[in-house]
């Protein structure tokens, strides 16, 4: 592992820590001290002991760890979402994709990793305090140069972009960008929505139908952690289970 390189160093599920690996820095924790300089040159999978003879692990980052742990000024995208968005489209390596409600920048990192060197992510928000800090959590993971962004009203203004293959909306009131995602998208492709109630859900559901979306679907995604112990294995307690209504719907035309 090299300097500057984002590291998972994992003893248990709260002993957790995303890092960006720099000479001189420790991390501290709980369980003692871990020196960056003791990480440098290890492979992945490898065992470090703290300072205080405690077990920890390097591991790479994954997609989950990525958008759970960026630095945070809003409510982000899931990745339960997240991954149900990706099914639902034919999103990949290549693909030109809008995102409205850039927020903190949690689904800008997922798609710009998904959609790789040759594809690119469009993503609007109208708040310069929430895209400073989003630009900064996606330049942190090196994909800046996937992503083009914009500081726009998009109800006001619409998109700049043209047939791109799929569209994600995160705000509000969606279904009065739904007119400008049609102009958008290519024909056939996909219109994604997620919004937090009902009443949201309904407004923009007939909007898309108003303009000739077709396969539409709702869905919320629950997901429940379970426990493996020597006795009384259970789902666990706590868990994130209402996070949004998710609508997926294609372009006809």
Known sequence: MKEGERVVIFRDRRANYL???????????HHGDIKHDDILGLDY??????????????LPPTHYDRMMKVKRKT???????????????S?????????????????????????GKEGKVYSYERRDDLLENAI?????????????FHL???????????????VFLDVPEPWT????????????????SLSPNVEQVKKTVLEMKVNNFIRNEIVEILLREIMVREVGTRPREQAIVHTGYLITAQKTG
């Open 75 to 89: 409510t982000i995208v899931y990745p339960k979402d997240a991954g149900w968005f990706m099914l639902k489209t």
């Open 177 to 192: 960008l739904i007119p400008h995602a049609r102009k958008a998208l290519k024909g056939g492709y996909h219109l994604v």
């Open 19 to 29: 890092v960006r690996l720099k000479k001189g820095l420790t991390l501290r924790t």
């Open 45 to 58: 999978g490898s065992l470090i002991k703290t300072h205080l003879g405690k077990d920890f692990y390097i």
């Open 136 to 148: 900064g959590n996606v330049e942190s993971y090196g994909l800046k140069d996937r992503v083009v």
């Open 152 to 166: 726009e009203d998009v109800e006001a203004k619409g998109f700049k972009e043209r047939e791109v293959d799929a």
């Open 91 to 115: 999103v990949g390596p290549g693909s030109r994709v809008i995102e409205v409600g850039t927020g903190s920048g949690s689904l800008t990192i997922f798609l710009a990793s998904i959609v």
